[in-house]
């Protein structure tokens, strides 16, 4: 059964920062690009963060460019999301999820198949 | 960066009834969109994807069409578990956007 769990959410001041890890189970994590996504209170979803499979080319949303890295331990089949100098705009259930690579008659199509049920993350004083 | 808008923002709909929402990207993102449900507290669970290609073990009832800029995502007959948030998402560009989503409710 394929699961991921996320984890290291919680209660940071601005400025502060915190680490989240997402726990993959249940298929061959090595072989994956994966995603960070969040949700803030009362908003729709935002992509944060793309990692590849061997942790050698990572993409981020200009909104956390500079401040979060993404990265990824294969031998742990364990994503991090590393975020420093948070700010209250932060405040979101970040979700961990896998992308599969569906092949297609003119190709291979990338896309978020599997995500974790989340973990909060509350920047405030 | 690619924007998505998405419409309604949310609608009233009784079980059986045929619901119809619609994505547009700001620029051509050719079939490379995905639809997603999200209900409260749970993980996103994915629909369609590239456009019109019914994920494993998502009922029939759920069917996507559109290329270019606009794209339809359908429910045939609304039941029960249907009521949710949902929200198309382009994977075009290596910096994936979401539509705002659209919350479909109980009438």
């Known amino acids: 059964e394929v699961q991921l769990v996320e984890s290291g959410g919680g209660l940071v001041q601005p400025g502060g920062s915190l680490r989240l890890s997402c726990a993959a189970s249940?298929?061959?994590?090595?072989?994956?690009?994966m995603h960070w996504v969040r949700q803030a209170p009362g908003r729709g979803l935002e992509w944060v963060s793309r990692?590849?499979?061997?942790?050698?080319?990572?993409t981020y949303a200009d909104s956390v460019k500079g401040r979060f890295t993404i990265s990824r331990d294969n031998a742990k089949n364990t994503l991090y999301l590393q975020m420093s100098s948070l700010r209250a705009e932060d405040t979101a259930v970040y979700y961990c999820?896998?992308?599969?690579?569906?092949?297609?008659?003119?190709?291979?199509?990338?896309?978020?198949?599997?995500w974790g049920q989340g973990t909060l993350v509350t920047v405030s004083s | 960066d690619i924007q998505m808008t998405q419409s309604p923002s949310s609608l009233s709909a009784s079980v059986g009834d045929r619901v119809t929402i619609t994505c547009r990207a700001s620029?051509?993102?050719?079939?490379?969109l995905n639809w997603y449900q999200h209900k409260p507290g749970k993980a996103p669970k994915v629909l369609i994807y590239?456009?019109?290609s019914l994920q494993s073990g998502v009922p029939s009832r759920f069917s996507g069409s559109g290329s270019g800029t606009d794209f339809t995502l359908t429910i045939s007959s609304l039941q029960p578990e249907d009521f949710a948030t949902y929200y198309c998402?382009?994977?075009?560009?290596?910096?994936?956007?979401f539509g705002p989503g659209t919350k479909v409710e109980i009438k």
């Open positions: 999820a896998r992308v599969w690579v569906q092949q297609m008659v003119w190709g291979n199509y990338r896309y978020p198949d599997f």
């Open positions: 590239a456009a019109s």
């Open positions: 998402q382009q994977s075009y560009s290596t910096t994936l956007t």
């Open positions: 990692i590849n499979s061997d942790g050698s080319t990572t």
């Open positions: 249940g298929f061959s994590f090595s072989s994956y690009w």
């Open positions: 620029q051509s993102v050719s079939t490379y």
